[in-house]
Nanobody, 127 residues
Framework: QVQLVESGGGLVQAGGSLRLACAASGLSFSRYVMGWFRQAPGKERDIVAAISMSGRITHYADSVKGRFTISRDNAKNTVYLQMNSLKPEDTAVYYC????????????????????WGQGTQVTVSS
């Protein structure tokens, strides 16, 4: 049974930082592209960042470039999202997701490409 469990969300003031983690189990983690998505109330679930199986290739939404960093530790079956210079518009439920891949040099940027999802963690940024 595949499980993705997010942690690290919470309430932070604008300009602050949070580090999200997503621990995966029940899958061969190193064979999966990993992604972080977010969904604010009344809005679509959108890609925030994605990382290839090896971690060498990353993708970021324009709105978070230069502020967020995605990374992974294949030995720990965990993907991270370091979020700095947080803004109120970053407030959302953040989800991690896994997409099986047979290609090392690939990331997935759309919801439909992902096979498994976590339950989400709330991030609230106050102004």
């Amino acid at each position: 049974q595949v499980q993705l469990v997010e942690s690290g969300g919470g309430l932070v003031q604008a300009g602050g930082s949070l580090r999200l983690a997503c621990a995966a189990s029940g899958l061969s983690f190193s064979r999966y592209v990993m992604g972080w998505f977010r969904q604010a109330p009344g809005k679509e679930r959108d890609i925030v960042a994605a990382i290839s199986m090896s971690g060498r290739i990353t993708h970021y939404a324009d709105s978070v470039k230069g502020r967020f960093t995605i990374s992974r530790d294949n030995a720990k079956n965990t993907v991270y999202l370091q979020m700095n210079s947080l803004k109120p518009e970053d407030t959302a439920v953040y989800y991690c997701a896994a997409d099986w891949s047979d290609t090392l040099v690939r990331v997935a940027t759309t919801r439909g490409q992902y096979d498994y999802w976590g339950q989400g963690t709330q991030v609230t940024v106050s102004s």
